[in-house]
């Protein structure tokens, strides 16, 4: 069988050392793969290559690769050892909570609620997912940047339909880098490449449109992102990777608005929703795509109960107050027991979304609230932090009148100016009736009925004479 010259010579090198030594055959082949194999007849000879036993040189390949792994275990063990003690010295740090409202300025741009939810990317930056603002927002937390022109153009809707300007509400981010915006009023989801700052809108379109769909996602450990239903009665799963969103496989939840806000994956592989509207928290098993209910409930129906939730060390999930609620819900998914006494008495509802800082505590972010929440799950104890007063000049100007300012009853942010005036009119009204009017007893009883204001259910009726008869 010829193999070239040079293979030859080596191989017949190694034979004839092969023999001074002792009696043992040397097989050189070549198999069908066209590999060449060379091999002793007894296991107790080594191979030699200019010298050198290619034998002892595998198993010590092979034992510096196991040296490597142990190395790469204590290094993993050292950088877990390592973030509990950075954790430990910010929890001993002597340093008050502050709350800066003036470094980084500038994002008035003539609308309200412009984000809902930020997510931080693998670069560092943050990136605000745009809800009545056609932009998404990027903060440099370096430099204490805002960017708000980068990535712009995007409809008010999302470009999906659906009415309204509320386009998307909350982001994950996927282990591939991208982030993922759940669709609110718009039918698609806002798919965010933070490396090169571009967004689609078209590969995950088609989902229904109506409003208030999904309010924020969860990762979970499947790789898959699982959309928290507000006013759908369906989760969405999105899996980042084959790049498809999916609203029908997880159904049945009851209909109604604002019934979940955010959600986090215990340990135990589950995902916790606390309830807004809804009675019960929304628990979704990622592994049957199951949801329940009924086993965490009897909250009630009131309105806005609870809403930021985050996964503490001790495997509690804390959900901070929203507007009704006085006090922090905690659940235990080990034993699904939960807990609103421990936290309780807040006085600054209107939370909205929870974050947990590097030393451990929960930092509740205000939404319509005049104050930050600091709870520490280590003692159960909770700071309210004022926010300082700020100065908007641009707030009167008319460029930033809002369409509705002016309306008497409204909500806009002069609506003190309508409902002032139409309280004096009310007055002078009662006065002119007054002079003129006697009131008599219609013998009408009205039945009160509480809806979003009390009133009469059948009406309100009086009987008036005259007082010159």
């Avoid at 229904?208 to 990762?219: A, F, I, M, Q, Y």
């Avoid at 006494?341 to 006085?347: P, V």
């Avoid at 280590?378 to 000049?393: D, F, G, Y």
């Amino acid at each position: 069988m010829w193999l070239g010259g040079c293979v030859l010579v080596l191989v017949l090198g190694l034979v004839a050392q092969r023999c001074d030594v002792v009696r043992a055959e040397v097989v050189m082949e070549e198999d069908d793969g066209g590999a060449l194999h060379i091999n002793t007849s007894s296991l107790e000879q080594p191979v030699l290559l200019n010298g050198v036993d290619l034998g002892q040189m595998l198993l010590l390949a092979q034992e510096q690769q196991r040296t490597l792994q142990r190395q790469q275990r204590i290094n993993a063990e050292q950088a877990q050892q390592l973030d509990a003690m950075s954790s430990t010295l910010c929890r001993l740090d002597p340093r008050e909570p502050s709350a800066d409202t003036t470094t980084i300025t500038g994002l008035n741009l003539g609308k309200d609620n412009k984000w809902s939810g930020g997510v931080r990317a693998q670069t560092g930056l943050l990136y605000g997912i745009p809800y009545s603002l056609g932009s998404v927002l990027i903060i440099d937390p370096w430099t204490n940047t805002a960017d708000t022109t980068t990535i712009s153009g995007l409809s008010d809707d999302g470009g999906g339909g659906g009415g309204g300007d509320a386009a998307w509400s909350g982001g994950v981010l996927a282990p591939s880098g991208l982030i993922f915006g759940l669709p609110y009023s718009t039918t698609a989801v806002l798919i965010i490449d933070p490396a090169t700052n571009t967004t689609d809108t078209t590969t995950m379109a088609g989902l229904p449109s109506t409003e208030g769909k999904w309010r924020s996602g969860v990762l979970a450990d499947n790789g898959l992102i699982y959309g928290v239903p507000s006013a759908a009665t369906s989760v969405l799963v999105i899996d980042p990777v084959a790049m498809v969103a999916d609203a029908t496989t997880i159904t049945g939840l009851d209909s109604g608005d604002n019934k979940w806000f955010d959600g986090v994956q215990a340990a135990n592989g589950l995902i916790y929703c606390p309830p807004g509207h809804a009675d019960g928290v929304l628990i979704i098993d990622p592994a049957t795509n199951a949801t329940d209910t009924t086993t965490i409930s009897g909250f009630g129906t009131g309105l806005f109960k609870w809403y930021g939730t985050v996964l503490v060390d001790s495997g509690l999930v804390y959900a901070i107050p929203d507007y009704s609620s006085s006090s922090v819900l905690i659940i235990n998914p080990q034993t699904n027991a939960t807990d609103t006494t421990t936290i309780t008495g807040l006085t600054t509802p209107g939370l909205v979304t929870a974050v947990l800082a590097p030393n451990g505590r929960i930092v509740g972010v205000p939404s319509y609230s005049s104050a930050a929440l600091i709870i520490d799950p280590a003692t159960n104890t909770t700071v309210q932090l004022t926010l300082p007063e700020k100065s908007e000049p641009t707030l009167f100007l008319d460029t930033t009148v809002d369409a509705f300012a002016f309306m008497p009853f409204s909500t806009g942010r002069r609506n003190c100016i309508g409902n002032n005036f139409a309280t004096h009119e009310i007055r002078v009204a009662m006065c002119q009736l007054l002079r003129r009017f006697k009131f008599v007893d219609a013998g009408h009883e009205p039945v009160l009925q509480s809806a979003i204001v009390l009133r009469s259910a059948n009406g309100v009726k009086v009987k008036i004479q005259p007082l010159d008869s």
